[in-house]
């Protein structure tokens, strides 16, 4: 199994930055990629970014592409979120996940970070 734990998150003006970190456990050897979703009050999870634990890929969703960049440290096997001019939006609980095949589903969650943006 491969256990994740998130931190970084916070309160932050419109405009402003923060940078999210996902600290992996365990199974590492197992993991294909790590992403972050998120989900805010009212709605469905949603997919934010995505980076290959090889490091050679990465994917954005359109809402925060330009803004968000997804990066991993494999010696610290920790990810990161980093946040550029954020929006009211972009308030949501974000949750990072990893899965260990490139057609499997996100198995491994961590608890979650609260990100709120005040406008």
């Known amino acids: 199994q491969v256990q994740l734990v998130e931190s970084g998150g916070g309160l932050v003006q419109a405009g402003g930055s923060l940078r999210l970190s996902c600290a992996a456990s365990?199974?590492?050897?197992?993991?294909?990629?790590m992403g972050w979703f998120r989900q805010a009050p009212g709605k469905e999870r949603e997919f934010v970014a995505a980076i290959a634990w090889s490091g050679r890929s990465t994917r954005y969703a359109a809402p925060v592409k330009g803004r968000f960049t997804i990066s991993r440290d494999n010696v610290k096997n920790t990810v990161y979120l980093q946040m550029n001019s954020l929006k009211f939006e972009d308030t949501a609980l974000y949750y990072c996940t990893s899965r260990t095949t490139i057609l499997g589903s996100y198995e491994y969650w961590g608890q979650g970070t609260q990100v709120t943006v005040s406008s």
């Open positions: 365990g199974r590492t050897f197992s993991i294909y990629d």
